[in-house]
Structures are given as C-alpha cells and as structure tokens.
C-alpha cells in the first residue's frame, strides 16, 4: 500500500475545483432562478495503487476483489485516490465508499466481466420504479464524496446484457450475431443473449416488486434485469470527470436522489442501436452541472427524471437546480429530454450552449396520462442542431414509449380522435409550463416544431424566441395555452408553416417563412385569441386560413 502524497494529482484536483467554482458562480450571476453553489469534492492526496491489493492488468484476471479491497482500505484511511494505472482490468462490480477518488490514467482500461453470474441480484430502481436488477459495474449508495476522474475508460460489457433488433443491423452482422450464440423470439426480429433474458422479456413487469417477492423469485429471469452501468443513489458531493464510459449494459450514467452533482469532460458512448442505452439519467437529483461533455448513445442522451406514476409522486423528489451547458450530442433518442418519468416534478433547469448532431429528436419533453408531475420553470438558450430525423423542439403529452423515428416492426402509439369526453384532472395529470427556449437553430428536421398538451390540461406558458429552422414540415400547435413565439423563421418543404389547433392565447410576432401550404392555419373550436403581430407576410385567403368550428373573432390580426 502507498500512502505517498501525490503532489500533481493533489495539484490537479485542488485547481479544477476552484477554476470550475468560479465557472459556476459566473453562471449563477446570469440565471434566472437562485443557484446555490456546487460542492465539488476534494479528496486527500493518499493514494491506493490497485497493483498494491494484488491487481493484475492482463486482461484476464478478475480483480474484483483487489480493487474492491483498495477501495475499502482507502475508506478506512479517511479517503484519498484508489490509482488504477495504465493497461486492461477486467473486474466485477465495483462499489465506490466515502471520502473516494477513484482515479484511472490515460491509457488505463476498465473492462466489466462479461459473466453475468458475477453480478449478484439486489433491490435497486429502473425507469422510475422499485425494481430488482444485476448489481451495477460500478455503485454508491449513500455515500459523500466520492468522484471517478482521469483519462481512463471505464466499458461496461453491454453486449453480453443487451438485446439486439434484426432491423438495427445487416444481414451479415445479423448473421454473425447468431452464430455468437444466445436465441432469437418467436418472430424472427429481436436476438437475445439468453433463454433466461428472453424469458424476462415475455413476463409481465419483470423485476418489479410485489407485495411478497423475493430476490430469489428472480432468478430464472436473472439475465433480462440489465443493470445501469454508474448507480449512485443519495449520494452527496459527486464528481465524474474526464473519463469515458462506453457499452453499458442499460443506462450509463444515473443518479438518483443525489445532491451537489458535477459531470465534466466526460464521454459517453454507448452502439446506436442499444437498447435503453441512455447516456445520463439525472432523476430526483438536486443542485449540480453537466458540462463539457459528448454524448453518442443508442436512447435519449441528456435526460432528466423524477421517478414514475405513484410511486414517484409519493416520493416526491424533484429534479431541480441544474446547469447543462456545453455538450455536444451525437447519435441518441433525443438531445435534451425531459421525461417520460417525471412524477415527482423537475423545475428549475437552465440548458445553453449545446449541440445536437443527428439525435432524433433535438429537444425533448415527453409524458403520458397516469405521471402526474409538474414540469416549470426550465430555461433553454443557444442550441444548434443539424440532421434531426423527427422534431427539433418536440412537446408530446401521449407518449406510449415507442422510438421517435418509426422501426419496420414496432406499432407506434395512436393519438386519440377529438373527443368532448377526457378524463377529469387529478394527481395523474401530468403539467408542462413556463417553458423559456431561445436562440435555436436546426439545419434539418422532419418538424420543426411540435406542441401537443392534453384536452384536459393545456401545455401553458411556452416561449419560443429567436428559432430558425428548416424542415420538412413546420410548426403544429395542438391544446396549447399562453404559448409565445417571436421572431420565429420556419423554411419548409412540405404542408403548412404553422397549424394552431384547440389552442388559446397564442401569440405569433415577427414570424417569417417558406412552405408551399398556408403560412397560418387556425382550426379547433377550443381554439382563443390568436394574435398576429408583425407576421412576415401579406395574409391572404392564399395563406391564411381559419377552418372547422373556430369562433368568429379569434384571430386576431
């Protein structure tokens, strides 16, 4: 064991503290919520060569137990760096401990055990809810202090875990996929690692607790209860920085219930078809930042939660006090998510600076009936964005869990028809208001932009200033309230440049476009107050239409 002082890593890590302190207090001066400091743990200079617990870098031996015993002994001095030095470790979990900087160099890889058998069932969370699932890589339960940092990779196996669509891959990767083992469903489409992962994919809510359910229960579905690849859970004080997670078995990244959260520098990246191959689920979390980080992943990449239906609502923990900014997101569901498991609210965030190149959605903002949750007061500001296949600024308020661009063999969720008959509000409605987005611009969308609340609870106070963006199809507003855009510029190619339907206290200044259909289309007799202000063209009965049940006066010009 070498308890020497690390002067340049103790260097290191004192500097960046304080370099990004005055970062986040230059950042609270401009929002317009109140943003506590960040604590960023700092750790003592005793330091925990894995190699000195008897580690071995052959890409063979499994050190589960000599980094865990690092760990551990690192814990008992009252903290410091467990060093993981250059070369292939393969290990088991990995359970971070107060006070515990688990610091991997440039050039050091950590490869989680492809054996599922080394990943012992435990009572954890998914998507929301109580669940049992595989232990995680690496985990934190209630612990304060701790950080992963360094130049180092941490890989998560996932495809020993994960199952793989027949239409995600070419016939020859499909192929060879086969051959590697594991079964193929009933239908041809879906491979899976085993019989046990396929058996959980045909039961009910599997892993979800019941009244009297063991861990044992479990068992026989042990393989389909994928794991998150990072869980911490109401943890104080973290830190991830610089390193890179990649291939993780479910969600890579996910606190839940933690405060004071820093992620910087930090790449993600998981196969684009992996499925729920999220790159960080911030849920229930309070005060912290996502910085300087890239995302390429196979499901939404910058995602935030607040637990799912009952069970988040009772637990009542919001998402909130969040700073993202400068992030580049490559592949992924969406750029910026909200949703769907927002149960017990998110408020409070500030989102800016950001790229979205080629997620399928830009941003993001999904529910369903049955959440409840109140979602306000978030604050979105220079986001650029090329090649969304779907919406660039998306509101869906019925989302039934399908991908936003359609597969050959998923059945995707149907609206509703217009009906007088809704469910009455109660503490299943979810809420969506006092939405701040500006500064956006997207070269290339299938939508533009995309607003959808319920008949029973209207999206409200919306704000969208200063957007510009060319897609296919533009802007549909449907049961909206208090919805404002301004200075709004849509080029499209297809259909009408903006539909407002059902929709009440719409206000349209300074709107330019392109299209071939009408600029303005008003429809829906729950539709109120339409107000034109500056609009950028001459309103004709060639561009301007008011159709179906609208009340005489609505529109306002």
Not at 22 to 38: G, H, R, W, Y
């Amino acid at each position: 064991m070498n308890r020497k002082k690390k002067v340049g890593l103790a260097s290191f890590v004192l500097t960046v503290s304080i370099a990004f302190s005055c970062t986040a207090q230059n950042i609270a001066e401009k929002l317009p919520f109140e943003m506590p400091q960040v604590n960023v743990p700092v750790f003592k200079t005793d330091t925990f060569n894995i190699k000195k617990f008897g580690a071995i870098n052959d890409g063979i031996t499994l050190n589960t137990k000599a980094i865990n015993n690092a760990i551990e002994a690192c814990a008992k001095n009252g903290g410091g760096v467990v060093y993981i030095p250059s070369g292939l470790w393969v290990t088991g979990p990995i359970v971070l401990r107060s006070n515990v900087n688990l610091h991997l160099v440039k050039g050091a890889l950590v490869l989680f055990s492809r054996d599922i058998n080394d990943y012992p069932l435990v009572n954890s969370y998914f998507e929301g809810l109580r669940t049992v699932r595989c232990q995680a890589p690496v985990s934190a339960e209630n612990a304060e202090n701790i950080a992963i940092t360094g130049g180092g990779v941490i890989n998560g196996a996932g495809d020993a875990w994960r199952p793989v669509k027949k239409s995600k891959l070419t016939q020859t990767q499909w192929t060879n996929l086969i051959k590697s083992g594991g079964v193929v469903d009933k239908s041809g489409n879906t491979w899976y690692p085993s019989e046990k992962s396929l058996k959980g994919y045909n039961t009910q809510e599997a892993g979800y607790l019941g009244p009297n359910a063991k861990i044992e229960d479990y068992e026989a579905i042990k393989d389909f209860l994928r794991p998150v690849m990072i869980g911490l859970v109401g943890c104080k004080n973290v830190l991830l920085d610089g390193v890179t997670f990649q291939n993780s078995p479910s969600w890579c990244v996910h606190p839940l219930m933690c405060e004071h959260f820093t992620m910087r520098n930090v790449n993600v990246s998981n196969p684009w078809y992996a499925q729920n191959g999220d790159g960080i689920d911030i849920e229930s979390c309070r005060i912290g930042t996502v910085t300087n980080c890239t995302f390429d992943v196979g499901d939404d990449a910058l995602c935030i939660k607040s637990g799912k239906n009952e069970e988040g609502r009772k637990r009542n923990k919001p998402t909130e006090l969040f700073v993202i900014s400068n992030c580049e997101v490559y592949h992924g569901h969406g750029g910026f998510v909200i949703g769907s498991e927002m149960s017990g609210g998110v408020r409070n965030l500030y989102v800016s600076n950001c790229t979205f190149l080629g997620t399928d959605i830009g941003l993001r903002f999904k529910t369903t009936r049955g959440r409840g949750g109140i979602v306000e007061n978030i604050y979105i500001s220079d986001i650029s964005m090329i090649n969304i296949p779907a919406d660039a600024i998306g509101f869906d308020m019925y989302y039934g869990g399908t991908s936003p661009v359609p597969e050959a063999d998923e059945k995707q969720t149907e609206k509703p028809a217009p009906t007088d008959k809704f469910p009455a509000v109660n503490e299943g409605t979810p809420q969506f208001r006092n939405l701040y987005v500006k500064n956006i611009s997207c070269n290339g969308a299938q939508r533009a932009i995309f607003l959808q609340g319920l008949p029973e609870m209207y999206i409200r106070n919306i704000n969208l200033e200063n957007i510009s963006i060319k897609a296919t199809t533009g802007l549909s507003c449907i049961e909206g309230q208090d919805i404002h855009l301004k200075n709004v510029n849509l080029e499209i190619s297809k259909g009408d440049i903006a539909a407002i339907n059902n929709s009440k206290n719409v206000d349209l200044e300074n709107i330019t476009g392109k299209g071939p259909g009408k600029f303005i289309k008003v429809s829906g007799k729950e539709t109120e107050k339409v107000n034109l202000k500056k609009i950028g063209t001459e309103l004709t009965s060639h561009n301007f239409v008011v159709e179906g049940d609208v009340k005489a006066g609505v529109v306002l010009k």
